[in-house]
């Protein structure tokens, strides 16, 4: 018996190359949950200049 090496399917993700699906909207996540943190830090910081110039 011979098996043919073309079995295995593969897709091609607009995100995420060849990867499962969880892996692209886990990678989704991570990469929204990185721009919020971003996001607050700069409010953080924004908010203690404001503290101080009163």
Do not use: H, N, Y
């Not at 295995?8 to 989704?28: F, H, L, N, P, Y």
């Not at 943190?37 to 700069?42: A, G, H």
């Amino acid at each position: 018996l011979r098996l043919s090496k073309t079995t295995k399917k593969t897709i091609s993700r607009a995100c995420g190359g060849s990867m499962r699906a969880e892996c692209v909207c886990d990678r989704i996540k991570r990469a929204l949950l990185f721009e919020e943190q971003k996001f607050i830090v700069k409010v953080l910081k924004e908010q203690a200049q404001s503290q101080k110039a009163k």
